[in-house]
């Protein structure tokens, strides 16, 4: 008909799934450091370059300034059969060094040699990252102004690229990880690492491991309850493959196994539309699809549920739980699929309203029916954020009246009067359970963990984070009596992940450990190497005899509470704790 | 976790559905006039009161003024077996009239008498109305503004209380419709409509039908091709009933009754989300369901469309087409769900594009299948409005690829090309087949209409138009030889229907014919007058012997073509076309 109307143009929920900016996987330019640093001409001072010298895994070399500290030509590792050690090397030019290239020879003990594939070396990359609040607490809120925060460049991504070329006055950290086989005989193992390249003489440093006679076994079997939310929706943005296709589950291979390798043990689920309100970059969706019919019936479908699951249970071996959010999100809107108008539509209903129970009572019954089918309901948690305890109280009756049988996890703060609900209970960093509450919840083998988050100041895994608060954090679960940890986002990314860590909101590096690529980080290395300290420390407990050695362990492990913590202390501190742990 | 986050509240689609707001089913009070009228003093000088007497149905008698033409205490219609005749008669009191009713006695003539359910008695309510644009062309555009406008209140809904409290200093007209039986016998039938009340004396007056010796048949066998919009969204809305339940089908029935009974033959259906783009007070939702699934495979779901469309055949009788709008909406988004995401999203594509022939070319084989198997699909048609022709072709290809049997109609200017393509092409007022290709259509049983909407300044049905338009536009049907007539909207109530007409677009009354309730209107009434004149011409056409009396026919018809047309014209010429009419 002729009418004139106004051509409204709407596009719902695309949000970040039609983004057409492409980013790269294999070769990318980081952006450019603002930062003062040291000039050409001090670079060109040097007497020798290139040099290549050990450095620290403590520190985040700087790109543009000459290695203020580093530890010469040889270094000792220690570890445990079937522990993942990490060494950083330090090479630095005032020329280009183009097509550099890393290479260790094998790590030799007498007739014994580890084999190569226990061995990856990686460049380190930089990313854009800021700071803490601009009080030094913590660093959550919004930050939709990049420009108000001090930006600057740091070392965390490792790269995967075999060959690069090193800019002229530039730094190239270089990342060294054994993961020292099982099966691998105690001694001291030497091998010599070296950087070669097209326009240089080959450099070398003396790398030596002294593998233990004590044996860490595989991630898998680990005591230690690693949380790391997952975001599926960002891999399949960021590699532009159809959501849910065969291409985004090969995408998400390698960075779950990398998670299962740390000791993951929670699939992450969703059961409603953005649970989170789409605070990250990459909204989370639901999982399972609920649709009201016009004869008033609802129906269920878990097609997308039962493909996640299946793939991170069955294929990554990330089998234990399967944790569902959310009941009670930020916005108290519930998605359905509306049959009469063939359109998404919303509950909005509070926790105690029958309109919340009409819509939750009816699902959960079919999921628990479903989950019992598929053999899941036990693993299978309904996921809670901290919320208001009443609100809680409510959700969790409509959850035991549609199943008494339903676990229950939240994250949070310590409720006593929700504390037996709760299968799996994380508590905010700081908050402890009581004593008898914990040993409780251990023989009901109940999962009693801790969080950090945005809040935290230190200890953190901020991309401008010391890397040994992310080791601190396992030491951590160990002295404060939990069975482990948990972060909110691992792989959140932001929309630019390899160059720019900064988000919309809170400090930059908070919304994700690794990178696309898949490419791991300084900050997962040491938090990976936490959680081997914990586990380590878990079986020293069961296992040391001599009662010296259990107090001396045990007054090691009790420094890492929160009390009267320094950022200062914390690096001496964790380094002083894994010697004496590689002692005993 | 405790993040802080902003809640963003956001509900999609509800849009209309969630009105809170209900609105008179039953009684109800008028909007208040605020244009000069008559003053209490005025109506209190007149000798009589209260006082009736026979109207004129071409008159929509101000509220509060005294009516300045009537037509004496009797009156006398002419209508043939099977026609609608309507008289109006008008009461008017300087004193409230408490519980006033209507009633008429047996139409008698000798010994026959008309059964008392072939009269229908109503009393006229108001409506606030506006105007035609500025300019005095037509009144299509924006009216975001209603005091832009010149507001008044005027007679149009016919009500179905049975009593009403008359106000003093007022004027209430009456509305008098007989549906003459098909099997009634020629002759003059008479009498009385009497006025009662609990504080005033009866008043009557006489009534003479002269039923003719010609047979109108049943509405359904028409060969007038109407085609009135249907907006069932509206109705579930405005009645506050779940979208296709069955109190929403059962608000429905009357109101899709009365459209049966003007002859209807086309069902409106729709296949896209928001068709319109939402330019309606209640806009149209998909009727059909296209999911697209993880594995990029789609299914379709007709459940909704099924229920519609079967309502309206196999229930109301209006079954003759089904139109399917549209696969070229002004906003060229179309909607699917989304499994991966468990959302509504839409492809942004144009006719033409690879992107456009992928979303319709698998929904359109399917539902070819569909209609098959219903049994429905000879009388379907994808539907389109006016659009560029290049579009259009794109359009109509994709239709053919799909399946070379698929009907096409379309609403717009002519365009000799799209033509052959075109099984029911309804033509913009104004617009005229080429004779032989009327010709050829018509032999292949191709419809060829015509509509109006908020371009004609008139003829048209506006709540403020003469009511003798409407009746005009049967009458250009047969002079401009086309099959039938097309409007945009039956139903398409605005948010008060029954007490404002004015809408946020086009001038007051383009959105619907009737009113909630089920009521019907002047302008409703005063249309199936013409469609019936129009079906009358035909028959007569058919079955007039004389010579003289064919010609006088056909001056009589080819006097309503848009040429040279004025307003004053218009209702002379409608009553002294129909008094030949009736003549022959």
């Given at each position: 008909?002729?009418?004139?109307?106004?051509?409204i143009?709407f596009?719902?929920?695309t949000?970040s799934?039609?983004?057409?900016k492409?980013y790269p996987?294999?070769?990318?330019?980081?952006l450019?450091?603002?930062?003062?640093h040291?000039?050409?001409?001090?670079?060109?001072?040097q007497?020798?370059?290139?040099?290549?010298a050990?450095?620290s895994?403590?520190?985040?070399?700087?790109?543009?300034n000459?290695p203020a500290?580093?530890?010469?030509?040889?270094?000792?590792?220690?570890?445990?059969?079937?522990?993942?050690?990490?060494a950083?090397?330090?090479?630095?030019?005032?020329e280009?060094?183009?097509?550099?290239t890393l290479s260790?020879s094998p790590l030799?003990?007498g007739?014994?040699?580890?084999?190569?594939?226990?061995?990856?070396?990686?460049?380190?990359?930089?990313?854009?990252t800021?700071?803490?609040?601009?009080?030094g607490?913590?660093?959550?809120?919004h930050?939709?102004?990049?420009?108000?925060?001090?930006?600057?460049?740091?070392a965390?991504?490792?790269d995967?690229v075999?060959?690069?070329d090193?800019?002229?006055?530039?730094?190239?950290?270089v990342?060294?990880?054994?993961?020292?086989?099982?099966?691998?005989?105690?001694?001291?193992?030497?091998?010599?690492?070296?950087?070669?390249?097209?326009?240089?003489?080959?450099?070398?440093?003396a790398l030596?491991i002294?593998?233990?006679?004590?044996t860490?076994?595989?991630?898998r079997?680990?005591r230690f309850?690693?949380?790391?939310?997952?975001n599926p929706?960002?891999?399949a943005r960021?590699?532009?493959v159809?959501?849910?296709?065969?291409?985004?589950?090969?995408a998400m291979?390698?960075?779950?196994q990398?998670l299962?390798?740390?000791g993951?043990?929670v699939?992450?689920?969703?059961i409603?539309?953005?649970?989170?309100?789409?605070?990250?970059?990459?909204?989370?969706y639901?999982?399972?699809?609920?649709?009201?019919?016009i004869?008033?019936?609802w129906?269920?479908?878990?097609?997308?549920?039962?493909?996640?699951?299946?793939?991170m249970?069955e294929?990554?071996g990330?089998?234990?739980?399967?944790?569902?959010?959310t009941?009670i999100p930020?916005?108290?809107?519930?998605?359905?699929?509306d049959?009469?108008?063939?359109?998404?539509?919303?509950?909005s209903?509070k926790?105690?309203?029958?309109?919340?129970e009409q819509?939750?009572s009816?699902?959960?019954?079919d999921?628990?029916?479903h989950?019992?089918?598929?053999?899941?309901?036990?693993k299978?948690?309904?996921?809670?954020d901290?919320?208001?305890a009443?609100?809680m109280?409510?959700?969790?009756?409509?959850i035991?009246?549609?199943?008494a049988?339903?676990?229950?996890s939240?994250?949070?703060?310590?409720?006593?009067?929700?504390?037996?609900?709760?299968?799996?209970?994380?508590?905010?960093?700081?908050?402890?359970?009581?004593?008898?509450?914990?040993?409780?919840?251990?023989q009901?083998?109940k999962?009693?963990?801790?969080?950090?988050?945005?809040t935290?100041?230190?200890?953190?895994?901020?991309?401008?984070s010391?890397?040994?608060e992310a080791n601190?954090?396992g030491?951590?679960?160990a002295?404060?009596?939990?069975?482990?940890?948990?972060?909110?986002?691992y792989?959140?990314?932001?929309?630019?992940p390899?160059?720019?860590?900064?988000?919309?909101s809170?400090?930059?590096?908070?919304?994700?450990?690794?990178?696309?690529g898949?490419?791991?980080?300084i900050?997962m290395?040491r938090l990976?190497?936490?959680i081997q300290?914990?586990?380590k420390?878990?079986i020293?407990?069961?296992?040391?005899?001599?009662r010296?050695?259990?107090?001396?362990?045990?007054?090691?492990?009790?420094?890492?509470?929160?009390?009267?913590?320094?950022?200062?202390?914390?690096?001496?501190m964790?380094?002083?704790?894994?010697?004496i742990?590689?002692?005993?």
């Amino acid at each position: 008909m002729k009418k004139t109307v106004a051509i409204i143009f709407f596009s719902l929920f695309t949000g970040s799934l039609s983004a057409q900016k492409t980013y790269p996987l294999y070769e990318y330019t980081e952006l450019t450091d603002t930062k003062p640093h040291h000039s050409d001409t001090i670079w060109r001072k040097q007497v020798k370059s290139p040099r290549l010298a050990w450095g620290s895994t403590d520190i985040r070399y700087p790109q543009q300034n000459i290695p203020a500290e580093t530890f010469g030509t040889k270094t000792r590792l220690k570890g445990w059969k079937g522990e993942r050690v990490n060494a950083q090397a330090v090479l630095w030019s005032a020329e280009e060094l183009q097509e550099s290239t890393l290479s260790l020879s094998p790590l030799v003990c007498g007739k014994d040699t580890l084999p190569t594939d226990a061995v990856s070396l990686h460049f380190v990359r930089y990313v854009m990252t800021d700071e803490l609040n601009k009080d030094g607490k913590g660093g959550c809120g919004h930050r939709p102004d990049k420009t108000e925060w001090d930006s600057s460049l740091v070392a965390d991504p490792l790269d995967i690229v075999k060959a690069r070329d090193v800019r002229a006055c530039s730094v190239q950290p270089v990342w060294v990880n054994v993961w020292i086989p099982s099966t691998a005989k105690a001694g001291k193992y030497k091998g010599t690492l070296t950087v070669a390249g097209k326009n240089f003489a080959p450099l070398q440093l003396a790398l030596e491991i002294e593998v233990l006679n004590r044996t860490l076994p595989a991630p898998r079997t680990w005591r230690f309850h690693l949380d790391l939310w997952q975001n599926p929706y960002a891999v399949a943005r960021y590699y532009q493959v159809p959501l849910w296709s065969d291409e985004h589950f090969e995408a998400m291979r390698p960075i779950m196994q990398k998670l299962a390798d740390a000791g993951q043990k929670v699939v992450t689920a969703t059961i409603m539309h953005r649970p989170w309100d789409g605070q990250t970059q990459d909204p989370f969706y639901s999982m399972v699809n609920k649709t009201k019919r016009i004869d008033g019936s609802w129906s269920y479908d878990y097609t997308v549920f039962d493909k996640w699951v299946g793939f991170m249970t069955e294929e990554i071996g990330i089998d234990r739980q399967i944790n569902c959010y959310t009941m009670i999100p930020w916005s108290l809107q519930f998605d359905y699929y509306d049959e009469a108008t063939q359109t998404v539509q919303f509950v909005s209903a509070k926790p105690g309203e029958q309109a919340y129970e009409q819509y939750w009572s009816g699902f959960l019954s079919d999921f628990a029916r479903h989950l019992k089918e598929k053999g899941w309901f036990e693993k299978t948690t309904i996921s809670m954020d901290e919320r208001d305890a009443d609100a809680m109280q409510e959700a969790l009756k409509v959850i035991q009246k549609a199943d008494a049988g339903f676990k229950v996890s939240l994250a949070g703060n310590y409720h006593e009067e929700l504390e037996p609900d709760l299968y799996d209970y994380c508590l905010a960093f700081g908050h402890n359970f009581p004593r008898p509450v914990k040993e409780r919840r251990m023989q009901a083998g109940k999962k009693s963990t801790v969080y950090t988050c945005c809040t935290e100041a230190m200890p953190n895994v901020f991309t401008f984070s010391p890397p040994a608060e992310a080791n601190w954090l396992g030491w951590h679960v160990a002295a404060g009596g939990y069975d482990g940890y948990l972060r909110w986002a691992y792989n959140s990314w932001t929309e630019d992940p390899l160059r720019d860590s900064r988000f919309r909101s809170w400090a930059a590096g908070d919304c994700y450990l690794v990178y696309p690529g898949m490419r791991s980080s300084i900050r997962m290395e040491r938090l990976i190497e936490g959680i081997q300290d914990c586990e380590k420390i878990w079986i020293l407990q069961q296992t040391l005899t001599g009662r010296k050695q259990q107090e001396k362990l045990q007054q090691t492990v009790e420094m890492f509470t929160p009390e009267g913590l320094t950022r200062e202390e914390i690096t001496p501190m964790v380094n002083r704790a894994r010697e004496i742990l590689n002692s005993l």
